[in-house]
């Protein structure tokens, strides 16, 4: 069971960016997958996540309205859409799959770094 | 938005010792609570879900309790391994908010 995130970049601010998450060892449809980021020496914020058919989505207050968040199943994939970004937006980003509603997140990706600076 | 917060922000400790982590939700979450270690330069890592039950790789001298509003994170005997930061996370409504982490560090 893997995942791997992607698309990490330095941006400038009211960029975009698009990052991806890579699944594999399990089916997709089956799992909720989130995005949590971490901004340097900072805690964890959560971010976004997606339900397994894709259906339901949810959103940080931080980042609704300027984060979109998709998935396609059939190429086990997932995707964060980052629009407007400002250098609060500064992080590690990682994916992360829900074990299942209200469980927790038992594998987590090895982030990607996004940096938002002029 | 359910608030978390964990109490205390840094704890030192020996090798041996028993620490104890709080985390209170600003409105009742059930027993829906999970609790992560993250070491420098890694991903967190999922060591208790459902407020108390353990991942199966993680060693018996972790423990978790509490429902509602208070819970409590338990190392006993603590290793050298468990040095490293923990977070709690409420899992019973989106956004799945974290606490602000609790660093355990060597006296």
């Known amino acids: 069971v893997q995942l791997v995130e992607s698309g990490g970049d330095l941006v400038k601010p009211g960029g975009s960016l698009r990052l991806s998450c890579s699944l594999s060892?399990?089916?997709?449809?089956?799992?909720?997958i989130n995005w949590v980021r971490q901004a340097p020496g900072k805690g964890l914020e959560w971010v976004s996540g997606?339900?397994?058919?894709?259906?339901?989505?949810f959103f940080a207050d931080s980042v609704k309205g300027r984060f979109t968040i998709s998935r396609d199943n059939s190429k086990n994939m997932v995707f964060l859409q980052m629009n407007g970004l400002r250098v609060e937006d500064t992080a590690v980003y990682y994916c992360?799959?829900?074990?299942?509603?209200?469980?927790?997140?038992?594998?987590w990706g090895q982030g990607t770094t996004v940096t938002i600076s002029s | 938005d359910i608030q978390m917060t964990q109490s205390p922000t840094s704890v030192s400790a020996s090798v041996g010792d028993t620490v104890s982590i709080s985390c209170r939700a600003s409105?009742?979450?059930?027993?829906?609570l999970a609790w992560y270690q993250q070491k420098p330069g890694n991903a967190p890592k999922l060591i208790i879900y459902?407020?108390?039950k353990l991942m199966s790789d993680v060693p018996s001298r972790f423990s978790g309790s509490g429902s509602g509003t208070d819970f409590t994170l338990t190392i006993t005997s603590l290793q050298p391994e468990d040095f490293a930061t923990y977070y709690c996370?409420?899992?019973?409504?989106?956004?799945?908010?974290f606490g602000q982490g609790t660093k355990v560090e060597i006296k």
């Open positions: 060892g399990f089916t997709p449809r089956s799992y909720a």
């Open positions: 996370q409420q899992a019973d409504t989106f956004p799945y908010t």
């Open positions: 997606i339900s397994g058919s894709g259906t339901s989505t």
């Open positions: 992360a799959r829900l074990v299942t509603t209200n469980y927790g997140l038992d594998v």
């Open positions: 409105q009742g979450i059930s027993s829906w």
């Open positions: 459902v407020a108390s």
